[in-house]
């Protein structure tokens, strides 16, 4: 997600990430954005290999409690460790071979002091202990925390996001995603009456003597921590198994128990993009832990094997088109949209906040090509152009490093555009297919970083991008073909662009099309017409003079 497309929601996500310093202009970063976004001494010396997160949650108290035993394996001897959790949750004890640790509190950064001896090679486990009232989301999943709502019938209706804000806003971790557990065991005690609905599958649900069940959910595969999530409410279940190219895929389906006959029905959009996605990206990265889409109180987010879902089951954007175009109420836009991440986002997943593009540009882009899958090119062409009504250039794409800090939302439209321009530039449908399929392969379950996806994409298609990539992610300029007919001659150039840029451009020229390989330096060739038209999907400007 966040799905910051439109200019409503873009707003209330610069109201909101300025409480948490996420847009902070250069240098005004703090000591706890540095402690958060960066691979500090303290986080470098392990590798996650394993959690298990074990929690009760008190929905009358709105109150949560229990540990997380985080086992890692030493990469280089060091006897300080970095846990985050975030005010105002406590920590109330950590636990190493039996005996209770020191723990030094920096903001929402502990640092605690290992008595035993961190050897390279071991694989050891420490249990951090905590409670607290996490911090309840306002408007989910922008904000993040803690959705206490209700459903119509008066039940609870519970549910956990927090892209961005981290991880730890609700559970002790290494809040930093250049590091994924290998696996995780995800264990949650509610009240009896209400079903927990986690990532990966269902290994066991106990009832236990007070009054409360506790729900075991174990995912295969390795997860970011942002993708972890709790859903509890009066759920109803529905299954169904794809044949995928995996071969068989479990998809199932919670919802509310009143809506069970609304989502068996509007869910099949569920299927149809898997076919188009395992068609264009690969197979589904996760067969291991099935597929979910899971209803929530607000409107979704790409968790892990668990899709959310609050889309009201309607067509589009909340029954809106975001892209003008008319093609936008073809689909339901969040689970098009979230289920696209399982892609780009869970399988690809960035190192650094800055570089959230890897997971927003493609997956807007992927709203296009389920369309291009079921409706054909003119249609996806239609709906990625009609996209750029949304995009700003006020900032880069890629945001600052180090310091837990996204770009602007033109990582959505602009991205998306950008890579359907790359599209053209490949010229070959097929090829470019394979370049999606081959970024999901090669860097299959890894996190990533932007220069990994640049070279890769460059490697593939044989195209040098370095400055196409410059100008599209890292610039707000829009590149300009400046060009003037006079005399039988074109004369044309590129403007507003970075050093080397030099992107080709399909005209139509004498009613055909053409290639055009415009340099900041004036070219020209002759012409019979008086006339050019620029090709609408290549994302650029031009004027004539
Ligand atoms: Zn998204």
Redesign the pocket.
């Known amino acids: ?3 910051i497309l439109s200019l409503f929601f873009a707003l209330f996500v610069v109201l909101n990430c300025n409480s948490q310093g996420l847009l902070s202009e250069k240098n005004n970063f703090t000591k706890q954005d540095t402690l958060r976004g960066s691979i500090t001494p303290e986080r470098k010396w392990w590798d996650l290999t394993y959690y298990h997160l074990d929690i009760e949650v008190k929905p009358d108290e709105k109150f949560i409690s229990g540990k997380n035993t985080i086992q890692y394996k030493v990469l280089k001897p060091h006897q300080v460790m970095q846990v985050d959790l975030q005010e105002p949750m406590v920590i109330t004890k950590v636990i190493q071979d039996d005996k209770e640790l020191e723990v030094a509190h920096n903001g929402n950064a502990h640092f605690i002091t290992l008595k035993t001896d961190q050897n390279i090679g071991d694989i050891n486990a420490i249990e951090i202990h905590y409670k607290g009232n996490p911090k309840e989301a306002i408007r989910a999943p922008w904000d993040g925390g803690f959705s206490w709502k209700k459903d119509e019938n008066g039940k609870d209706f519970i549910a956990t996001s927090c892209q961005g804000l981290g991880a730890s806003v609700w559970w002790p971790n290494k809040d930093h995603m250049y590091d994924e557990v290998d696996s995780m065991l995800i264990s949650v005690t509610n009240p009896k009456g209400l079903t927990n609905v986690s990532n990966g599958r269902l290994r066991e649900l106990v009832e236990n003597d007070n009054n409360t069940v506790t729900s075991h959910w174990f995912v295969n595969n390795p997860i970011n921590n942002y993708g972890v999530n709790v859903n509890i409410a009066d759920y109803v279940n529905f299954s169904e198994v794809y044949e995928g190219e995996k071969g068989h895929l479990d998809m199932d389906y919670w919802v509310l128990s009143d809506n069970l006959e609304k989502a068996k029905e509007h869910f099949k959009d569920a299927q149809k993009m898997m076919k188009a996605f395992e068609h264009w990206f690969g197979p589904y990265p996760f067969y291991e832990d099935s597929f979910k889409l899971v209803e929530v109180p607000y409107l979704g987010m ?1 968790h892990q094997s668990s899709v959310t879902y609050g889309n009201q089951y309607k067509k589009g954007y909340l029954g809106r088109d975001i892209s003008g175009s008319g093609w936008g109420l073809k689909f339901d836009f969040i689970i098009i ?2 289920a696209g ?1 399982e892609w780009f ?1 869970n399988n690809i997943t960035y190192k650094d906040a800055a570089d959230m593009w890897i ?2 540009s493609f ?1 807007n882009y992927s709203e296009n090509l389920f369309l291009d899958y079921y409706y054909g090119k003119k249609a996806s062409s239609d709906y990625v152009i009609g996209t750029r009504l949304n995009i700003k250039n006020k900032k880069p794409i890629i945001g600052e490093y180090n310091v837990n800090s996204e770009g602007s939302s033109d990582m959505y439209s602009k991205g998306g555009n950008m890579l359907h321009t790359l599209r053209q530039l490949v010229e070959d449908d097929e090829k470019w297919r394979q370049v999606l399929r081959g970024l999901n392969s090669t860097f299959y379950h890894q996190t990533v970083t932007t220069k990994q996806v640049e070279d890769y994409i460059s490697q593939q298609t044989g195209i040098d991008l370095a400055a196409f990539f410059n100008q599209y992610l890292r610039d707000i300029r829009i590149p300009n073909l400046e060009y003037s007919i006079k005399n039988g001659e074109l004369k044309y150039r590129w403007t507003a662009i970075v050093k080397g840029f030099d992107m080709p451009i399909q005209i139509e020229i004498d009613g055909k099309s053409e290639w055009l390989f415009p340099k900041a330096e004036w070219k020209t060739i002759k012409i019979n017409s008086d006339s050019i038209k620029i090709d609408r999907d290549f994302y650029v400007k031009s004027k004539e003079i």
Do not use: G
Request: net charge negative; glycine share 0%.
């Open positions: 997600m966040k799905n790409e949209h979230e991440h986002a997971h927003e997956t």
